[in-house]
Every structure is written in structure tokens, then in C-alpha cells.
């Protein structure tokens, strides 16, 4: 188990880290974030193999820290959220 850059506990298995659902009754998806500071190439399989999505992002994870120390919400995150719930339920 580690802690994702949103703060969760997530699990996490040579780099391979559950998709958690998008969307009510969404199947199961493992993949890679490949999240660099700023950008990324995230890559998701449905666990039976029937899907597949990739896409990478030369903006991701810019959020303004509030007074607290906790990332606030920024709307690139937001859009990129909307385009993984698309390629994992088509």
C-alpha cells in the first residue's frame, strides 16, 4: 500500500495500481499513472483484457494549495477525469 499524489492509500504492484470506479457498476481496471510532475502518460486494462485506453498529458496535477496544505480542485484535473471515465466505459 502507498499513498497516491491525491493523499489516498492506494494499492500499488510494480507500478500497477487499480483504476478506482468512474462510474457506477464500471468494471475493473489496473494500469500505470506514469505521472511525472506536471504531465503523464496514464495506461488502464480492463482486468478480463477487453479494453484498453492510453493517453498521455502534458498537464495534469496543477492544483493551488489551500491554507491547509491540501491541493484544491483545478479544472484540467477535472477534464482529464471526464476523458478516463469516457475511454473506460466507452
Known sequence: MVISQEGRSIDYCLGRHPLEPLSPGQDSYWGYGGTVWGGGTPAM?????????????????????DASGRPQPHTVDAAQAAFHRLAATG
Open 45 to 65: 486494462a480492463r482486468a478480463d483484457g477487453g479494453r484498453q485506453w492510453c493517453v498521455a498529458v502534458s498537464l495534469q496535477h496543477w492544483n493551488e494549495i
